[in-house]
């Protein structure tokens, strides 16, 4: 065995017969069946030349053939390069120029705008729709099932996925086969995973979550994994009796939250229920508990890193924390300007060093060498604090840091006083420009159904709770917060609503 992915994670997985995925329209695949797909899409990525480091673009719906080409490219020693499916062509173009895929595989409804970007880029474009049908699948059709996983080393790329990229340029983290392995190998035994879970997986596969921590630990650990096209609340809940394990962003919490069919009696089955790639609200946290008896666990992760801390399977699983770091993981909080480390208790940059942190940025020497720090430590660019009991707490993005008057404010410190007002739902702070503070703090507020709290209403209930800097200078009451596919609030498309809110221009 070597350190290719594939084989870290099915190695053998030709002669089981045991059920991998069961699809929306009720069809199942075993694990050999898996091998066997993949295994024919190897042979016909070789066949046209793909080897060790070539990029494999994909932009296509969730499918198990998705699936079997990511294992594919795994296996021929290429790289997989996922791409968003609600990017744009002029988005999707920055990509295919900056990776230079050998080959690209999109939706046939994309064809036509993937042929002229690789006209130009370079590349040879088939296709792949969300039933699993598509050039890609017929031309691999008569190639051979066996396939010879190519050797690969820890340190050779394995994926490349750009980031989110809310400000400035996406860059295109590069994830070796030994960052991936760690991480999936790591959390099968955090979180007790075995051949007896069955995984409910409604996320994308695009993003990390989807694809490296559902997909790569129910594979290690030969689980079953129910794959759902998208998230339907009332179908995860009529499938919880026959399921053990919910992976989510918190905003299928909050939305399954809303079904009066979530209780005791239909998460009984349930042996686990994990949240990540944005903050579970504590409140969330407690509803849930109260309503199913289970305490949702939340761990913390990020497309460079993987995943980084997690709340225990054991032991006290707090709410608005996301537990401690990983084994093998090193996490310090460190003094944004000077790198010195902080004491416990105190606000500072969360850095990350371990198996599972990166290889840099795909093409981007000079920003990959200014997010580590000379003993390799990497700069998340989140701010979060230590608690005495080495749990990791995260305040958000330093970039979503509010500096007015000279003050530092930490956005989640006032959402979360926000939201526990009646009749609030949720909210997002944020800084926007003003002429005598620099920034003014500014919360866009969601209402709770039937609530007609005011601006008034919120500024009273704040004050004493808050020192006057931090209180907002403003409420703006908004319909729901924009957010992005993993359910992360989009705070640059707040900032930019409210840009001229204290210029008298608004
Ligand atoms: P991505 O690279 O798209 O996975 O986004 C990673 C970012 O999501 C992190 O840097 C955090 O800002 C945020 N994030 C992920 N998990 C959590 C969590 N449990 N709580 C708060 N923020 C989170």
């Known amino acids: 065995m070597t350190s290719n992915l594939y084989d870290r994670l099915l190695a053998g997985a030709a002669?089981?017969?045991?059920?991998?995925?069961?699809?929306?329209?009720?069809t199942a695949l075993s694990y050999a069946e898996l091998a066997a797909l993949n295994g024919r899409f190897a042979n016909f990525l070789a066949s046209i030349g793909i080897g060790p480091n070539h990029r494999v673009a994909v932009k296509?719906?969730?499918s198990v053939e998705a699936v079997a080409l990511y294992l594919a490219t795994l296996r021929t020693g290429a790289v997989y390069l996922p791409l968003n499916t609600a990017y744009t062509p002029t988005e999707t173009e920055y990509f295919i120029r900056d990776a230079q895929p050998t080959l690209i595989v999109c939706d046939p409804r994309e064809e036509a705008e993937l042929r002229a970007i690789a006209a130009k880029a370079g590349g040879r474009v088939e296709t792949?729709?969300?039933?699993?049908?598509?050039?890609?699948?017929?031309?691999?059709?008569?190639?051979?099932?066996r396939f010879e996983t190519v050797a690969r080393t820890t340190d050779d790329l394995a994926a490349i996925l750009y980031t989110s990229g809310t400000t400035g340029?996406?860059?295109?983290?590069?994830?070796?086969?030994?960052?991936?392995?760690?991480?999936?190998?790591t959390l099968v035994q955090e979180w007790r995973f075995s051949s007896k879970d069955v995984l409910i997986h409604a996320l994308p596969i695009y993003h990390v979550h989807g694809l490296f921590v559902a997909c790569n630990v129910s594979f290690a650990a030969r689980a079953r994994i129910l794959f759902m096209q998208k998230?339907?609340?009332?179908?995860?809940?009529?499938?919880?009796?026959?399921?053990?394990?919910?992976?989510?962003v918190p905003t299928f919490y909050v939305r399954l939250l809303e079904s009066t069919?979530?209780?005791?009696?239909?998460?009984?089955?349930?042996?686990?229920?994990?949240?990540?790639?944005?903050?579970?609200?504590?409140?969330?946290?407690?509803?849930?508990?109260?309503?199913?008896?289970?305490?949702?666990?939340?761990?913390?992760?990020?497309?460079?890193?993987?995943?980084?801390?997690?709340?225990?399977?054991?032991g006290s699983r707090i709410a608005g924390s996301v537990g401690r770091p990983l084994p093998a993981v090193e996490v310090r909080v460190t003094h944004p300007e000077t790198g010195?480390?902080?004491?416990?208790?105190?606000?500072?940059?969360?850095?990350?060093?371990?198996?599972?942190?990166?290889a840099?940025?795909?093409?981007?020497?000079?920003?990959?060498?200014?997010?580590?720090?000379?003993?390799?430590?990497?700069?998340?660019?989140?701010?979060?604090?230590?608690?005495?009991?080495?749990?990791?707490?995260?305040?958000?993005?330093?970039?979503?840091?509010?500096?007015?008057?000279?003050f530092n404010v930490y956005p989640k410190e006032i959402e979360t006083e926000i939201d526990a007002i009646p009749g609030v739902s949720e909210s997002a702070v944020v800084g926007v420009p003003h002429a005598d503070f620099g920034e003014g703090v500014t919360a866009a507020v969601v209402r709770s159904p039937g609530s007609s709290v005011d601006e008034r209403a919120i500024l009273a209930a704040l004050s004493g709770r808050l020192a006057k800097f931090k209180q907002p200078k403003r409420v703006v009451f908004v319909e729901g917060l924009p957010r992005n596919a993993m359910g992360k609030v989009q705070k640059n498309v707040l900032r930019e609503r409210f840009a001229d809110l204290y210029s008298g221009r608004a």
């Not at 340029?169 to 190998?185: D, I, P, V």
């Open 128 to 145: 792949l729709d969300h039933r699993g049908k598509g050039s890609l699948v017929e031309a691999a059709a008569d190639f051979p099932v």
């Open 15 to 26: 002669s089981d017969q045991s059920i991998c995925i069961e699809k929306d329209d009720g």
């Open 261 to 314: 069919d979530l209780n005791e009696r239909s998460t009984a089955n349930m042996r686990l229920f994990v949240a990540g790639s944005a903050p579970l609200l504590a409140e969330t946290h407690r509803a849930w508990k109260e309503r199913t008896g289970h305490a949702i666990l939340e761990r913390y992760g990020m497309t460079e890193t993987g995943m980084i801390a997690s709340n225990p399977y054991e």
């Open 360 to 406: 840099g940025y795909w093409n981007m020497p000079d920003k990959t060498a200014a997010e580590f720090r000379a003993d390799g430590f990497f700069i998340t660019g989140d701010l979060g604090k230590f608690d005495a009991n080495g749990y990791l707490h995260i305040v958000g993005r330093g970039k979503d840091l509010i500096i007015t008057g000279g």
């Open 340 to 358: 010195a480390m902080l004491p416990v208790g105190e606000v500072g940059m969360i850095e990350v060093k371990g198996p599972n942190v990166f």
């Open 60 to 62: 296509v719906e969730k």
């Open 231 to 248: 998230f339907d609340a009332e179908r995860i809940l009529a499938t919880m009796a026959r399921s053990t394990v919910l992976m989510g």
């Open 169 to 185: 340029r996406s860059k295109g983290a590069m994830l070796t086969h030994g960052n991936l392995s760690s991480n999936a190998l």
